[in-house]
């Protein structure tokens, strides 16, 4: 009847920034719901509550994640400098038959960048994850911006794996155990982040010029400093 109508009215005029407003796919609100609307109903601040928290905690996993490719990369650093010095450390994990050495692939021309090897390189890149992912992590503000870069950050550690894999195994004709592993956490990044963002590619794109005007500090952006902390 009317009352129960205006009571609707009441309680959506009263409670519209905590309970979501019905509104149709075309985008128009509606107080009530009608027997007449064929139109498909969908929650219009529901996801808006919902994806910080599930932001926040992919970016958890991340975070996690992170923390595996760092150890990975670091280990990695101690064979390449073994080799510099004359040494073959590393142990088993560095393999030494001809189809799984990291020895020859870390000691090869491929296994530095700029003169600096390529793990060292990892170990940075796995530093801005962490950092990233931290940020996204403490701050519902901060998540979706963080996970943009984040998304940006692990597609590039993925189109890189792809080159320096066609590189081990046409080039360098053996594979390091060690990087195909970080090669494995590096699609795991990129899936994690992906999911956790809920963005097509083309927003994540255009949004990374805004993610990284966020990380410039400044007295409205004090949790910029945790990023660059880092």
Not at 45 to 57: F, Y
Not at 83 to 97: F, Q, T
Request: proline share 4%; aromatic share 8%; with cysteine.
């Amino acid at each position: 009847g009317k009352s129960s109508t205006i009571a609707l009215m009441i309680a959506s005029h009263f409670l519209r920034d905590t309970i979501p407003l019905f509104e149709t796919s075309s985008g128009s609100e509606i107080g009530m719901v009608s027997p007449n609307v064929t139109s498909r109903l969908t929650l219009r601040r529901g996801s808006d509550v919902i994806a910080p928290v599930n932001q926040q905690r992919g970016a958890f996993v991340c975070l996690l994640v992170g923390l595996i490719g760092l150890g990975l990369a670091g280990y990695l650093v101690v064979p390449h400098l073994g080799l510099l010095r004359g040494e073959l450390i590393g142990g088993a994990a560095c393999g030494g038959g001809p189809a799984f050495n990291c020895h020859l692939v870390t000691g090869s021309a491929w296994g530095s960048f700029l003169g600096v090897p390529l793990a060292l390189w990892g170990t940075v890149g796995y530093v801005a994850v962490i950092a990233l992912a931290l940020l996204a992590w403490q701050s519902a503000e901060w998540a979706s911006q963080a996970l943009t870069l984040l998304v940006l950050l692990a597609t590039a550690f993925v189109a890189i794996d792809l080159l320096l894999l066609g590189v081990m195994a046409f080039v360098i004709r053996s594979f390091c155990a060690l990087c195909l592993s970080t090669y494995a956490v590096n699609l795991a990044l990129l899936v994690v982040a992906k999911r956790a963002l809920r963005r097509p590619w083309s927003e994540s794109v255009r949004g990374v010029g805004t993610a990284l005007s966020a990380l410039v500090p400044s007295s409205r952006r004090p949790a910029a400093w945790l990023f660059w902390g880092m």
